[in-house]
């Protein structure tokens, strides 16, 4: 029997009928005044964060979704009797009905029997370990091993991946003999911009505050848009707030002139964080020959910051980030003029600005449906100075010659708003989202002085599961641009999982990329430059196929990963700078293809 008491009366002498019908009916108004507390923990009784709750009172039409927090805990104000279900990748679902307060409820959860892989954000739509994307994941403590402060470090050492570097405009990246043009690099789902000769300089991307890095292989355009052709790479921050403070400090240092040092901070409170950091890269410069000034190996060094502030309010969490990078690239002349009595030399200076800055909303509707809204604006400057050093009295002047100098600014705003249903046991899932960018350049050598393009478009995913180990994702993406024709891009992922530990993804999919204004509007004219840009270029566009497994052995604790895969690449329309008469102009020249296992 039931008992029910208020502050007049007592029914324990009514019969359960009674009592259970004014239980359901009078139950809300005697019970529940206050938030009552269910807390999460795992077998060995520690706090399990991350679970996402659903919380349903049987007097009410409407469900309440939480997420229990780095204690565990979570509060729902729902009048009982309540019914709740919990969601979780590494734990068991729990079902229950809870039909009277109590000071605390606690609930052991129970790991899945599962091998958790490699578990990745880029391309899903939700976080996962089965991807229907050929996925690496470089996690934090393979940063650290490796000693890599940013991403040329630590791209140097990985299988096939190649990295080139010049000594003025830093280190590129190729995927799957595909160039850095076409491959996209991100922070935290926000583009880099800055292509200087249309690669990112992987030096800039500083690895201090990184919990990951993603590399999808094979076009990613449908998601990402332009330069996604030949594969995107993703830099996930650490976001972590367990424990509730920390901070730290990092140095470095290398024999051949390389002095690093950074810091670092993390405070969570209630349901806020807020974290900053910040350092310092120092590099001294190297040249094989030590009589001579010029360094084969610039002297360089970086500056850098960010702050990061999280705040959550029920279901919804905003995020606000901001990160200032300055760097300078010494260039000293090993040509010495005016021996023996006025010695001078010739020394360039390049200086590279980048500041970026992002707000990010996320909404839980409930265990299946999510939003999530970003807006950002990003900003880059570079800046080429040549200065005549006098060697006696060390003495600099910014040298007359106007080819000798150049500044170029860029800067993008973007709004990529998605919506996903995702729910692992629906037969269909989907996500559709919206992907509005504004880009412009300025600078004396662009038509103008400035010009901008604008892209905007839509892009829909669908995820089909005809039987429970077969996942089907067709999606298509459709653009306009102000500048130029966009493409139409379709894509079909297959995912096939063959018991426990062996995974089969076959994909076909198209990509892109956008002629950059430089190739459209450059205009550089002087005694030893005669190129101009072509506003009739069109997109390179391409299709790409690639079947894929991997497939895992386990020997106890230890564990062997095989992943075999076969590719085929083909680019129409490859831009290139070529030979017109006297000048020279970037036109869309041949085309371009690759193939390898």
């Known amino acids: 029997m039931l008992t029910l008491k208020s502050n007049a009366f007592t029914f324990a002498a009514v019969s359960k009928k009674i009592v259970f019908s004014f239980f359901f009916f009078l139950g809300p108004f005697l019970y529940f005044t206050k938030a009552q507390s269910l807390k999460f923990v795992d077998t060995k009784q520690s706090a399990v964060n991350g679970i996402v709750v659903t919380a349903k009172s049987l007097n009410l039409d409407n469900a309440a979704v939480l997420i229990s927090d780095n204690k565990g ?64 994941v470089i996690s934090k403590n393979q940063i650290q091993a490796q000693g890599a402060n940013n991403l040329q470090d630590l791209f140097t050492h990985q299988l096939n991946v190649r990295v080139a570097n010049d000594a003025a405009t830093g280190s590129s ?105 910040g350092g310092r890269n120092y590099f001294d410069g190297w040249s094989e020959n030590k009589e001579s000034r010029a360094d084969e190996w610039k002297p360089k060094e970086q500056r850098f910051g960010s702050v990061r502030f999280a705040h959550k309010i029920s279901n919804t969490k905003f995020v606000f980030q901001s990160s200032l990078f300055d760097e300078q690239v ?100 989907y996500q559709v989202g919206l992907d509005l960018n504004n880009e412009y350049t300025t600078g004396r050598r662009i038509e103008d002085h400035k010009k901008e393009n604008g892209d905007y478009a839509a892009f829909l995913s669908l995820e089909y599961r005809p039987v429970n180990k077969l996942l089907v994702r067709p999606a298509l993406r459709y653009a306009y641009s102000t500048t130029y024709n966009a493409p139409i891009v379709p894509s079909l992922q297959l995912l096939y999982e063959i018991g426990e530990n062996t995974v089969i993804r076959a994909s076909y999919s198209q990509g892109f990329r956008s002629p950059s204004l430089k190739e459209m509007y450059l205009q550089f004219v002087d005694a030893n430059h005669n190129v101009f840009g072509n506003t009739n270029l069109k997109a390179e566009d391409s299709w790409h196929y690639l079947a894929s497994m991997d497939h895992t052995v386990k020997f106890g604790k230890a564990a062997i990963k095989f992943s075999p895969s076969v590719f085929y690449n083909h680019i129409n329309n490859k831009i290139t700078l070529a030979s017109s008469g006297d000048a020279y102009t970037y036109l869309n020249f041949y085309e371009f293809i690759t193939r390898g296992a």
């Open 330 to 429: 010494i260039n000293r002349s090993g040509d010495i003029r005016g021996l023996p009595y006025k010695a001078y030399a010739f020394d360039e200076y390049f200086n590279t600005i980048r500041f970026n800055n992002e707000v990010q909303c996320s909404h839980l509707f409930d265990a299946k449906r999510n939003l999530q809204v970003t807006a950002a604006y990003s900003y880059y400057r570079y800046h080429r100075a040549t200065y005549k050093k006098d060697l006696v009295t060390l003495n600099e002047v910014l040298s007359a010659d106007v080819a000798q100098q150049d500044t170029t600014d860029f800067g993008a705003a973007m709004v990529r708003a998605v919506y996903t249903k995702d729910a692992l046991n629906d037969k269909w899932n």
């Open 73 to 136: 805990i979570v509060e729902i104000n729902q009048p009982f009797p309540v019914i709740i279900q919990t969601l979780h990748f590494a734990y068991k679902p729990v079902k229950d009905t809870l039909f009277a307060a109590e000071k605390n409820f606690v609930f052991t959860m129970i790991s899945k029997n599962i091998n958790l892989n490699e578990i990745t954000v880029t391309g899903n739509y939700s976080t996962t370990d089965r991807s229907v994307y050929q996925t690496q």
């Open 173 to 277: 990246i190729s995927l799957q003999g595909i160039g850095g043009e076409n491959i996209k690099v991100l922070v935290d789902g926000v583009p880099v911009i800055g292509r200087l000769y249309n690669n990112i300089n992987l030096s800039q991307l500083n690895l201090n505050n990184v919990e990951r890095v993603e590399v999808v292989r094979g076009p990613a355009s449908v998601l990402y848009g332009t330069n996604a052709l030949g594969g995107v790479i993703n830099i996930i921050t650490d976001a972590s707030s367990n424990p509730p403070f920390k901070a730290g400090f990092n140095t470095y240092y290398e024999s051949n002139g390389q002095y690093n040092a950074d810091i670092y901070s993390n405070l969570h409170f209630r349901k806020t964080d807020i974290s900053i950091n």
